[in-house]
């Protein structure tokens, strides 16, 4: 069993930067595949970056390409989305979650645990 504690969102301005941080119980963190997304209200939840356990093979939905870094410390049971130049269109709840290895993949099922979710508001 892995829980999923996401911190950081809060409300900003467009083109700001925001850092969200997701901290997981157990001892096996680092052999998990960990993902962010997110859901705005009325729409459904949403791919937004994944990377694997080591950290070193990433992906991100085309709309945060170049805005967004995901990033791992599996010494302190942590996964990280560094936000920049973000947008009204960003504001959503932002989840991460957790699947047992495998490969990076932005699909949602695939992801067999799930945070509560943080807040992230960007007015214009």
């Known amino acids: 069993q892995v829980q999923l504690v996401e911190s950081g969102g809060g409300l900003v301005q467009a083109g700001d930067s925001l850092g969200l941080s997701c901290t997981a119980s157990?001892?096996?963190?680092?052999?998990?595949?960990m993902g962010w997304f997110r859901q705005a209200p009325g729409k459904e939840r949403e791919f937004v970056a994944t990377?694997?356990?080591?950290?070193?093979?990433?992906n991100y939905a085309d709309s945060v390409k170049g805005r967004f870094t995901i990033s791992r410390d599996n010494a302190k049971n942590t996964v990280y989305l560094q936000m920049n130049s973000l947008k009204p269109e960003d504001t959503a709840v932002y989840y991460c979650?957790?699947?047992?290895?495998?490969?990076?993949?932005?699909?949602?099922?695939?992801?067999?645990?799930w945070g509560q979710g943080t807040q992230v508001t960007v007015s214009s």
């Open positions: 979650a957790a699947k047992a290895g495998g490969q990076p993949s932005s699909a949602i099922n695939s992801y067999y645990y």
């Open positions: 157990g001892r096996t963190f680092s052999t998990y595949t």
């Open positions: 990377l694997n356990w080591a950290g070193g093979n990433k």
